[in-house]
């Protein structure tokens, strides 16, 4: 992205002028309806709103998808389902490579883990966390808190187990929302295709256009065994969009920085980016290596080696933005404006204080605890599916032990349901995977830490991260059976347990917590209170018709396909033929079905829509809802709006139905799928 791009998209966001025409993700229950009027010349009333918000769904693979049928089906994209394809396949049995296809229902399979989401309700919860937190500083700011948030999901839910309650934070804590969601934690796959056809050209399109990738995939919820009824279900459009034509899209986009302060941009810029770039770059080439030794040896890695290459994409080019002359230099002018207006306002002032001296010294602090509770806490065990079920197991016994008010946010009551699925679903470990994925956290961990770290000698014990590594993956927690008696012997159990993986998160995890109570308490818990204070500034001065930061929490974006004399915003089958060759070849099925495909069939298409990750598998419909595809990616100036939209570079990436249409019938044979979808 350009300089003066960037910053023109920064100088939208503040809040001395209205958002960009197209920018924002905007929360469903404050959709500034006559700024989608006056922008796209399109109405939306409250039933368009609702009929939308209740036929999309959130995933947590991280993902976004929309139910297409009153039977419990859904879209989404194939590369959100990797892990689900990746469990369910077996040596000789790929369903990454070679897709995965179903007759009937029957054939329909559980995706380990994996559940969905709809949300049904929404209600401010503002002054019940305020009150509770008030005054309070450090630890007991952040307890207090926490405990505030409970009891809002609590009160909420009531104990139904079909409901989830989560309250989320926006604007930096200025507002807390109780989102009330109906979870299905059965959840199936349908249809899948090969990861050549969804990913073609591979990492080096990723964040491109012009893309023909086909990343769609379906799964079905199941309630009590049995297809869930889902009333609302979003229209298969036949129709092909129009250059300009007005386009909506309701998702769940995980996390922009867009009012972060400049010392908040400056820590990511010197500290969590660099720590992730090392990280990841070291990651991918490991995985890369393991992938090269046998044809399974890349099946097991070829997720994570997707998701390293990903994200050190998008790492790059958030470093890339934070780096660029100007960028920072802008936000502080931002700063000081804001600033300066608060100033003039005596009683305002008297009520935030100087919440940016504040940010600046909880920067310096994350400076100091960030490393070891990355290390530690957050990217504990590496990607190590055995660690994470041991940490998991070690501290559900122990949270569950404690009052609800007193755990850990992660095992309140209103999540225990979702904790016990992601230990008992059955899911492969692969020794070797396991072995390099732990070794490389170990060396990690003593590369950063220092091999005088106190912290470095408790985690290896005396031994090398190898031998270290080498001992754990021969865990036994890859059986279900054995993770589900720890699971229901709670404490004792877990205390008496031999096991070396479950034995070394209980010796390591006392440290682990404590640096996470470090950074929380240093670092998160004055940030979060001078976000607050910022975000109450900019709603006295401004008022409230703004959007929050993206929290993983549905939003709907609004937007125009691409409109430009310079390149078209649409793809075909045509031209996905025309690019095939030994460096990107397409799948059997697909190079026999050329002469039945119609060559101008749409595959994909652009939008000026802002998202960012989690929108993958986002619903993309018209003004009167129906669906005409689903986003899966961004192009490269994407990746900086995370920081700051910019309407002439930003777009989104959608394959269209009517490409998955064409697909299902004249690649897949998928007639029964193509039935229900049309509604037959």
Known sequence: MSKLALLGGLAALGLTGPALADEGMWTFDAIPQARVEQSLGVQLDQAWLDHLRLASVRLSSGCSAALVSHQGLALTNEHCLLGCAQSLSAPGLDHVADGFLTDSQKQERACPGLEAEVLVGITDATGEIYAASMRRTGADFVRAREQAIAAAERGQCKGDPRLRCQVIGFFGGGQFKVYKYRRYDDVRLVFAPEFQAAFFGGDAANFSFPRFALDCAFVRLYDRGRPAVTPQDLSWSQGRPRAGQAVFVSGNPGLTERAATAAELEADRDISLPLEGARLKQRQAALAAFAAHSREDARLAEEALFDAENAGKIVAGRLAALNSPGFLDE??????????????????????????????????????????????????????????????????????????????????????????????????????????????????????????????????????????????????????????????????????????????????????????????????????????????????????????????????????????????????????????????????????????????????????????????????????????????????????????????????????????????????????????????
Not at 337 to 349: E, F, I, M, T
Not at 424 to 441: F, H, I, K, M, T
Not at 478 to 506: C, Y
Not at 572 to 582: I, K, M, N, T, W
């Open 331 to 680: 936000r502080r002018a931002e700063e000081a404006r804001l600033r300066a207006r608060v100033a003039a306002n005596p009683s305002l002032l008297a009520a935030v204080g100087d919440p940016w001296s504040e940010m600046a010294a909880s920067a310096r602090a994350r400076a100091e605890r960030e490393p070891a509770w990355r290390l530690l806490e957050n990217q504990a065990g590496g990607g190590s599916q055995l660690y994470a079920w041991a940490r998991m197991l070690v501290r559900a016994a122990e949270e569950r032990t404690k009052a609800p008010s007193e755990r850990l946010p992660e095992f309140a009551q209103s999540r225990l349901a979702i904790d016990r699925k992601a230990v008992l679903d059955a899911r492969p470990a692969d020794p070797g995977l396991e072995r390099l994925l732990l070794s490389l956290w170990l060396a990690r961990c003593q590369a950063v830490l220092g091999d005088g770290s106190p912290a470095l000698a408790t985690l290896l014990g005396g031994s090398t991260p190898a031998a270290l590594a080498d001992a754990l993956a021969a865990s036994g927690l890859a059986e279900p059976a054995r993770r589900r008696a720890l699971w229901r012997g709670g404490l004792s159990a877990v205390l008496a347990s031999n096991d070396p993986m479950i034995v070394f998160v209980l010796r390591t995890d006392p440290m682990a917590r404590a640096a996470r109570r470090a950074f929380e308490n240093e670092a998160i818990g004055p940030a979060q209170r001078a976000s607050a204070a910022i975000a109450k500034a900019r709603f006295a001065l401004d008022g409230a018709e703004i959007y929050p930061d993206a929290t993983f929490s549905l939003r709907l974006s609004w937007g125009r396909v691409e409109d430009s004399a310079k390149t078209s915003p649409f793809t075909s089958f045509g031209g996905l033929y025309a690019r095939v060759d030994a460096a990107d070849p397409l799948p059997p099925r697909w190079r026999t079905a050329r002469t039945r495909l119609d060559p101008f069939t749409l595959l994909d298409f652009a939008t000026t829509n802002d998202i960012t990750g989690g929108n993958s598998g986002s619903p993309v419909v018209d003004a009167k809802g129906r669906l005409l595809g689903v986003a899966f990616d961004g192009n490269r100036a994407s990746i900086a709006g995370d920081f700051a939209y910019d309407g002439a570079t930003n777009r989104t990436v959608v394959v269209s139905t009517e490409a998955i249409t064409e697909a299902l019938d004249k690649v897949y044979d998928r007639k029964a799928l193509l039935a229900e979808l049309e509604g037959e």
